[in-house]
């Protein structure tokens, strides 16, 4: 069965470093998002990506992240100079169609820690 | 806000009894969704129910919608030890291109 896969599974930065998470969509999905889930807390929105740009994105998407589809299978998503606040879970999902249409598909997540 | 807020925030039963979670939104959706999330894991998807529908089966799931109440409930029936996790519903909104409001979720723990 098709799946989002996500690594690092788990990532240790320092303070003020730039980290890259790395995704790989379902391969004929159309829409791509990252969400982040602050341990204990709700599972939150952070951008959604469709025909090579950002369609909606949440306050918490600022100038610090940026997100990246380089080729025909990866999606990224970089933290530039991260923060003890941006240690969270970082989910990336993939859908065929937008919101209105049909499931989004989840990958296991990278769990980001920030020292 | 869209965000849907789950009740009980927690629920505890025994391994074959049912489990019911309800989930509450604010504004009109097009479709609602519940996803699973075992500890400190990926978020499985489990059922997608839209705004035209009244009631979804799958395998020990029934998920009912009632837009007029702006609520959903989740239900397990027949549980499993594995079922217990974290659930979420997730809605979108009628209009604008594409996120899904998370709730806070219902953590289940069926005990064996």
């Known amino acids: 069965e098709p799946e989002v896969t996500q690594t690092p599974s788990h990532q240790v930065t320092q303070m003020g470093q730039e980290v890259i998470l790395r995704c790989v969509p379902i391969s004929n999905h159309l829409y791509f998002y990252w969400y982040r889930q602050i341990l204990g807390q709700k599972v939150e929105f952070l951008v959604s990506f469709y025909n090579n740009e950002i369609s909606e994105k949440s306050e918490i998407f600022d100038d610090q992240f940026s997100v990246e589809r380089p080729d025909g299978s990866n999606f990224t998503l970089k933290i530039r100079s991260t923060k003890l606040e941006d240690s969270a879970m970082y989910f990336c999902a993939s859908s065929l169609y937008g919101t209105a249409n049909t499931e989004a598909f989840f990958g296991q997540g990278t769990r980001l820690t920030v020292v | 806000s869209q965000q849907g807020e789950e009740d009980p925030q927690a629920l505890s039963i025994q391994e074959g009894e049912n489990a019911t979670m309800n989930c509450s939104y604010k504004t009109s959706i097009n479709n609602l969704q519940w996803y699973r999330q075992n500890s400190g894991r990926g978020l499985v998807h489990l059922i997608l129910i839209r705004s035209n529908e009244r009631e979804k089966h799958s395998g020990r799931l029934r998920v009912t919608l009632d837009t007029s109440k702006k609520s959903s409930s989740l239900l397990i029936t027949a549980s499993r030890a594995a079922d217990t996790a974290s659930y979420f519903c997730?809605?979108?909104?009628?209009?604008?291109?594409?996120?899904?409001?998370f709730g806070t979720g219902t953590s289940l723990t069926v005990i064996p």
């Open positions: 997730a809605t979108d909104e009628r209009v604008g291109v594409g996120q899904f409001y």
